[in-house]
């Protein structure tokens, strides 16, 4: 288990764009609110793909990090993230 900066920053980066995305879909616009399913991304990213090395085979990786895979757990994250911490 042995991560580079430039992985790191990559995951960061999709994982707060992600989160962002999702947060502003759900309509809610708090800063408090987009860094939390930021964090909540990252820490999902950086279990399954860093940590498990959970990745489609043939996939598109750039800087060691398999794009698809990342992109599908973060967002898969976020959305239940986003369903079931709001619930009212």
């Known amino acids: 288990m042995m991560f580079n900066w430039e992985q790191l920053c990559l995951w960061l980066l999709i994982a707060g764009g992600i989160g962002c995305a999702g947060e502003l879909m759900a309509g809610r616009h708090r800063l408090l609110d987009l860094l939390e399913a930021s ?12 940590i498990f ?13 398999p794009l698809l895979s990342t992109v599908l757990i973060a967002a898969l994250v976020v959305s239940l993230w986003s369903t079931r911490a709001y619930q009212r």
């Open 39 to 50: 964090a909540v991304a990252l820490l999902a990213v950086l279990l399954l793909v860093g």
């Open 53 to 65: 090395h959970f990745h489609f085979k043939d996939e598109l990786i750039i800087m060691d990090v």
